[in-house]
């Protein structure tokens, strides 16, 4: 066994391990940053493929993505910092079911599919041949995509935001100390 | 990589990372109007004292995040610290340094947020959810920034990009960059304008419930944080290792210094923000103008 | 032992002071005050990082709990200092350093402690189960200024704090750290509403707000009484007007510390502290409350 082989094995079983503390922990917090340490260890997995710059965002999208995710902890669940028992899981039978049911679907075909045998070598910047592929015939999609992305996130705030600007500083947004008093 | 020049590598990063962390302690004291020999004292006298004091701890508290993410302030610096090339030596070799930094900080996130939920206490929480929202605001334009080096060097790795400088240092062209950069690192650092998270006004936000060597070790990692983003912009900004007469390494250490106490002198010298002030200008602001720097870099190099 | 002697003469050099006022303290404050900064020692705001608890003025009874409360907060090696007069003042200082290195006295200290300190201080009915972990009650619930069903707490402020007029305590329910209702449970005693408790509260406001060198430029002209007429008291005016228009201090706070500090203007009008504070986050109110000190006196006389 190589120390490659040594590595995937050790982040494997840290990703499924940190993937079931998801479910066995006694907080919210310690639920999130389980899944993120799962993630991690997914990205670390995908450094040993030799994806350097994919292992590397993953790790930061993840870790920020669990972050926001402590936000959106407050505006819809009870957010007890202490530890509580508290239980993770929602009409749990049918979720087995399920995520069994697709993980032997998946590793079977990993298993059993004729994977080809590689052509050639990978390019010396196997970076920059990843964004050339990405980028080159799909640049007009990419940027346009990104920039959907973000519009929907602002205006899907927007519209379901109570209170906006014109509500806290005035029709003419001039007010100063924006009116923020009281409960509704 | 032989042995002994890995030891040897790795205790330079640590002794780096001390001295920075001192530079910073002693910038940001200054600029707050303390005297040069009490500020610069302060962190040797504070350090014993903190070490002589004894840990505490809050009803329920979370122990083993609270703590995990208090101590680990120090190793994501030193981290940040050994990605920076030092002329033609690197401790950590990587092609990716710009993406490792940006990962590197974003794990800050992750622990000053645990670091004020794991207090359960309303100072900690407080001082945790101002710093989600300040990192909303602050993160986006210092992505974008690192963008604008990276292109004109064709390289995301730290030393090609120094040394794409050898004729004109990138800070002089690329300025909104560079100072959506460093409103980036005093953000990640909570110092100076964006140190609401640990404001005196929510008694010390996240690190309102710590003591002792805890309080130490989050204290100390809160300034190396500041000295290692301004390690960082010395690769990405400042021009690397180029300079005359002293070797790279040297100018490396002279460049990333000086920034250091720059930064954290005025730092000291700004009063703290509060959250909805900085957002808006952030997001509205700030972030179409390191857009702009970026078009602008796109353009120069075409 | 060498070593550790130099290392106790190393950390009890320069102790860092959690430095509460009592009511009807201010002067005595003040004067504290002047003394820490004349020996180089610097305040914190938490007691948690403090070695030292010093409170100026003499403590009425019904504020012992929370001054205990707040001892029992530092971790020690800890000293506790009660400044009632001018006089006392250095006194209790100077013996502050070699009182942090009598290690026979700390090591009894912590081992008189305890690990459950805090009990005394929860209700009595405080038990810990699963609905209140640690015998503190889970929040309630209730719907905040979005809609949003968030936690309320009830937080306290005072009657014990670090830059906060003495002896006053708020109740705050707070979604977050939105303040949804206030309510005064005890009034304070501040100094009145001469120019030095007027430059008093701009120092306070101005340290909060984490301007300290403002905040010690407004120290200087309350040590020295400096009318407002001169130099530094106008361009620390100006400052404050700035920063008020610019949104860096609540726009109240600077408009009751210009007011302060007006000598031309007749008084200061009497502060409804509920009203002003509903709806403002925990920052602002500790900035409003520090800023309107000199009219809370007034607002509490005129109700009574």
């Not at chain 1, 007890?80 to 039978?93: D, E, F, K």
């Amino acid at each position: 066994m190589t120390s490659t082989d040594l590595a995937f094995w050790l982040c494997a079983v840290l990703a499924v391990a940190s993937g079931v503390a998801v479910f066995v922990v006694d907080s919210m917090a310690r639920a999130t940053y389980a899944l993120a340490t799962s993630f991690v260890a997914t990205g670390l997995a995908v450094l040993l493929l030799q994806q350097s710059y994919l292992g590397a965002v993953i790790v930061l999208m993840m870790v920020m993505e669990m972050a926001v995710m402590a936000v959106y902890m407050v505006m819809f669940m009870g957010m007890n910092p202490a530890l509580m028992p508290m239980s993770m899981v929602h009409s749990h039978r049918w979720a087995i079911g399920v995520s069994v049911a697709t993980f032997v679907t998946l590793g079977s075909g990993a298993l059993l599919v004729p994977w080809p045998a590689r052509r050639g070598s990978p390019p010396p910047d196997v970076t920059a041949a990843l964004g050339r592929a990405l980028m080159e015939s799909h640049m007009l999609v990419m940027m346009t995509v990104g920039a959907v992305m973000v519009a929907t996130i602002v205006v899907g705030v927007v519209l379901s935001s109570h209170r906006t600007r014109y509500d806290r500083f005035g029709d003419d947004l001039r007010h100063r100390d924006p009116a923020d008093r009281g409960a509704r | 990589m032989p042995e002994s020049s890995v030891l040897l590598g790795a205790a330079a990063v640590l002794a780096a990372v001390l001295a920075l962390t001192w530079v910073t302690a002693t910038g940001a004291a200054m600029g707050a109007g303390r005297g040069l020999v009490l500020a610069a004292t302060d962190p040797w006298l504070e350090t014993a004292r903190l070490l002589r004091q004894r840990r505490r701890t809050t009803l329920r508290a979370d122990v083993l995040l609270w703590r995990l993410s208090g101590w680990s302030l120090l190793p994501l610096a030193v981290l940040l610290v050994a990605l920076v090339p030092w002329g033609p030596h690197v401790v950590v070799p990587t092609e990716l340094g710009v993406v490792w930094a940006n990962a590197l900080d974003v794990v800050v996130w992750a622990a000053v947020w645990l670091l004020g939920w794991g207090a359960n206490a309303v100072a900690g929480l407080v001082g945790g959810y101002r710093f989600l929202a300040l990192a909303l605001g602050y993160e986006l334009p210092l992505m974008f920034a690192l963008v604008a080096p990276a292109m004109a060097a064709s390289s995301l790795d730290l030393a090609m990009i120094a040394d794409a400088q050898s004729d004109l240092w990138f800070v002089v062209w690329m300025p909104v960059a560079f100072l959506a950069y460093l409103v980036g690192v005093l953000g990640f650092a909570l110092h100076g304008p964006l140190a609401a998270p640990v404001g005196d006004e929510v008694a010390g936000g996240v690190l309102a419930e710590l003591s002792g060597p805890d309080l130490l070790v989050a204290r100390a990692g809160r300034h190396a944080l500041l000295g290692a983003g301004a390690a960082v912009a010395v690769p990405l900004f400042l021009g690397g290792g180029s300079g005359p007469w002293l070797p790279d390494p040297a100018w490396v250490a002279v460049k990333a210094i000086i920034l250091t106490a720059l930064l954290s002198y005025a730092a000291g010298r700004l009063p703290r923000l509060r959250v909805p002030l900085l957002l808006g200008p952030a997001w509205v602001v700030l972030l179409p103008l390191v857009v702009l720097q970026d078009l602008v870099v796109g353009v120069v190099l075409l | 032992m060498g070593l550790n002697r130099v290392l106790a003469r190393a950390a009890t050099a320069r102790p860092r002071v959690h430095l509460v006022e009592a009511p009807g303290g201010s002067p005595v404050r003040w004067a504290v005050e002047d003394a820490l900064e004349a020996r180089g020692w610097r305040r914190t705001p938490s007691p948690a990082a403090a070695d030292a608890l010093v409170v100026a003025g003499r403590l009425p009874d019904d504020l012992r709990d929370a001054a205990d409360l707040l001892w029992s907060q530092l971790p020690g090696p800890r000293v506790r200092r009660h400044v009632e007069a001018l006089a006392e003042v250095d006194g209790a200082l100077d013996t502050l350093p070699a009182a942090l290195r009598e290690r026979a006295a700390h090591r009894d200290d912590a081992r008189e402690r305890g690990g459950d300190e805090v009990s005394r201080f929860l209700p009595d009915d405080a038990e810990d189960g699963h609905m209140s972990p640690g015998g503190v009650p889970l929040a309630e619930g209730a719907e905040d200024r979005d809609g949003l069903e968030m936690d309320v707490l009830v937080h306290p402020l005072g009657p014990l704090l670090d830059r906060w007029p003495g002896g006053l305590e708020l109740r705050l329910a707070i979604h977050g750290d939105v303040v949804a209702d206030v309510a005064v449970q005890r009034a304070p005693v501040t100094a009145g509403a001469g120019p030095a408790a007027a430059w008093d509260a701009v120092s306070t406001t101005l340290a909060l707000a984490g301007d300290r060198r403002g905040a010690a430029e407004a120290s200087r002209l309350r040590r020295h009484g400096s009318s407002t007429t001169s130099a530094d008291g106008a361009r620390l005016r100006h400052r404050l007007r700035r920063w008020g228009r610019v949104g860096i201090l609540p726009p109240a706070a600077a408009g009751a510390l210009l007011a302060a500090t007006d000598t031309s203007s007749t008084g200061v009008p009497p502060t409804d502290l509920p009203a002003l504070l509903r709806g403002q986050d925990l920052s602002d109110v500790r900035l409003l409350v520090a800023a309107h000190a000199p009219a809370l006196l007034l607002g509490e006389a005129a109700r009574a």
